[in-house]
């Protein structure tokens, strides 16, 4: 059974630059069948999708985010990660990789795999 | 970017009882790439439909979703213990890809 798991700093200073990495077991993210995305959620709200990336190095951003977020593959590792530029009190999240089938003509399914989510705080 | 708008914010019920949750969207959703996920405190949010009506694997057949266009419901069709939770419902069909606020179902 594929599994994701976050990993990285719980804590960031104020405009510092958040970096996760998410490991995967059981399955490659080098496969053409699947995307690999980031999505957070602040301590008590909802969700936030921040960007998603495939095998091919493609990536797609929240326009909310896009001037701040780099996401990249490292296949060697089989790992995917974040980078979040000038952080603030506002990115304090858990922040979750997951896994999303491709439907094929740039097409991406739902999140059917969840990491178990790290908790980072921004805070001086 | 589409707004998905969850209704109600909270449902208080019983185990036992049938409850369907709302979700509607500010723009048509293409291609009915909606799903719906349960979240549990301190957990992960767990894929429970996509596609609208399809089911994720292991998903008790308890749970269904329809809907098209704008408006999509997730039913649960005799609530069970485990099934109170916080349900979103998150829209794939095109970019931002955007989830709704949430409705928290409560025990009675």
Do not use: H
């Amino acid at each position: 059974q594929l599994q994701l798991q976050e990993s990285g700093p719980g804590l960031v200073k104020p405009s510092e630059t958040l970096s996760l990495t998410c490991t995967v077991s059981s399955g490659s993210i080098s496969s053409s069948s699947y995307y690999w995305g980031w999505i957070r959620q602040p301590p008590g709200k909802g969700l936030e999708w921040i960007g998603n990336i495939y095998y091919s190095g493609n990536t797609y951003y929240n326009p909310s985010l896009k001037s701040r977020v780099t996401i990249s593959l490292d296949t060697s590792k089989n790992q995917f990660s974040l980078k979040l530029s000038s952080v603030t009190a506002a990115d304090t999240a858990v922040y979750y990789c997951a896994r999303a089938p491709s439907y094929g003509w740039g097409s991406v399914g739902a999140f059917d795999i969840w990491g178990q989510g790290t908790m980072v705080t921004v805070s001086s | 970017e589409i707004v998905l708008t969850q209704s109600p914010a909270t449902l208080s019920l019983s185990p036992g009882e049938r409850v369907t949750l709302s979700c509607g969207a500010s723009q048509s959703v293409s291609s009915s790439y909606l799903a719906w996920y349960q979240q549990k405190p301190g957990l992960a949010p767990r894929l429970l439909i996509y596609d609208a009506s399809s089911r994720a694997t292991g998903i008790p057949d308890r749970f269904s979703g329809s809907g098209s266009g704008t408006d999509f419901t997730l039913s649960i069709s005799r609530l069970e213990s485990e099934d109170f939770a916080v349900y979103y419902c998150q829209q794939y069909g095109s970019s931002p890809r955007t989830f709704g606020q949430g409705t928290r179902l409560e025990i009675k």
